[in-house]
């Protein structure tokens, strides 16, 4: 007795699906709206750029929150993966920072729907989220990011500036800049110089 049922069940199941596969005749707006969706999910020149990255990479930290002292220097190492496609691509970064292990994570992408590149950023120094959007100059290769996350110090959200400048294949630079406390001017405050490793 179960056999009959169990196949009318697979029987419904397999006509429910032809007949929701079936192409339906859409209207213009529908045809419209498809396209523009069709536009924002295909990789272009700038997710481009960013998959030139991919591949593993030395890192020279420079971190100089007082400019009147010299910059602390340290050495990482990160590995540039592309996801989905080349949609997407994602840093994952060791290191050393201050004699403790520094780990983190950065997401990558360009949102073609707002015409941006967009980024989050992650380390074990904190549990907050740094999240980046950035549009390029005019030869592609800069890219100037304005970044916000909560403060740890101050409890409140606080904005700084990035910018990625890509040099060739194998160079590229991100230097951050930000007014610190108790100071009126934006002073840079980092600065990653990238060579890839061979």
């Known amino acids: 007795m179960k056999t009959p049922f169990s196949l009318a069940v697979v029987a419904t199941a397999i006509l429910a699906v032809t007949a929701f596969a079936a192409p339906q005749k859409m209207s213009p707006e529908q045809q419209a709206m498809m396209d523009r969706m069709d536009k924002a999910a295909k990789p272009g020149a700038q997710h481009a750029l960013l998959t030139r990255m991919a591949g593993d990479w030395n890192r020279t930290v420079n971190l ?24 997407f691509i994602q840093e994952t970064i060791t290191g050393q920072w201050g004699g403790m292990p520094y780990n983190g994570v950065g997401l990558y992408g360009f949102d073609n729907v707002s015409g941006q590149y967009v980024a989050t950023l992650i380390d074990n120094t904190g ?20 970044a916000t996350m909560n403060d740890p110090a101050s409890g409140k959200p606080s904005k700084s500036r990035m910018v990625t400048t890509v040099i060739d294949d194998d160079h590229y630079t991100l230097e951050m800049f930000a007014v610190m406390t108790g ?3 934006e002073a840079k405050i980092m600065w990653i110089d990238y060579t890839r490793k061979r």
């Not at 100089?64 to 949609?87: H, N």
């Not at 907050?128 to 304005?146: E, L, Q, T």
């Open 64 to 87: 100089q929150m007082d400019p009147s002292k010299p910059a602390q220097q340290s050495q990482s190492m990160s590995t540039i993966t592309v996801l989905l496609d080349g949609r």
């Open 127 to 146: 549990t907050g989220f740094m999240n980046c959007v950035g549009a390029p100059d005019a030869s592609g290769k800069v890219i100037r990011w304005d």
């Open 183 to 185: 100071s009126d001017k």
